[in-house]
């Protein structure tokens, strides 16, 4: 079964930085793409950080490129999600996802805009002086 944890939200201030992860006690992250994703009231879920299986190719929208950095610790079985120069815009209900489908060789911009079928619980990240 997949489960995943997210963790690391919080209250930061414009220009700050914060550091998200996802983590599984029942699920291997690195066996399928992964990515995270985020919920603004009113919005729809959007995708800001992917990952490809063993490759390790990214995808980012315009919107957080230059920003945000996803990256992979297999030892600890954790992807993190880096955020700087952070804005109120990026004010969201954060989730990590995953796609059973998305195996080795998958085309990681198209999933991450068509978003996953596996989500945690997310963590709330405020962007607020």
């Known amino acids: 079964q997949v489960q995943l944890v997210e963790s690391g939200g919080g209250l930061v201030q414009p220009g700050g930085s914060l550091r998200l992860s996802c983590t599984s006690s029942?699920?291997?992250?690195?066996?399928?793409?992964i990515g995270w994703f985020r919920q603004a009231p009113g919005k729809e879920r959007e995708g800001v950080a992917c990952?490809?299986?063993?490759?390790?190719?990214?995808y980012y929208p315009n919107s957080v490129a230059g920003r945000f950095t996803i990256s992979r610790d297999n030892a600890k079985n954790t992807v993190y999600l880096q955020m700087n120069s952070m804005r109120p815009e990026d004010t969201a209900l954060y989730y990590c996802?995953?796609?059973?489908?998305?195996?080795?060789?998958?085309?990681?911009?198209?999933?991450?805009?068509?978003?996953?079928?596996?989500y945690g619980k997310g963590t709330l990240v405020t962007v607020s002086s």
């Open positions: 996802g995953t796609d059973l489908s998305v195996v080795y060789g998958s085309d990681i911009a198209s999933a991450c805009l068509a978003g996953m079928d596996h």
């Open positions: 029942t699920f291997t992250l690195d066996d399928y793409g």
């Open positions: 990952i490809s299986t063993r490759v390790g190719s990214t």
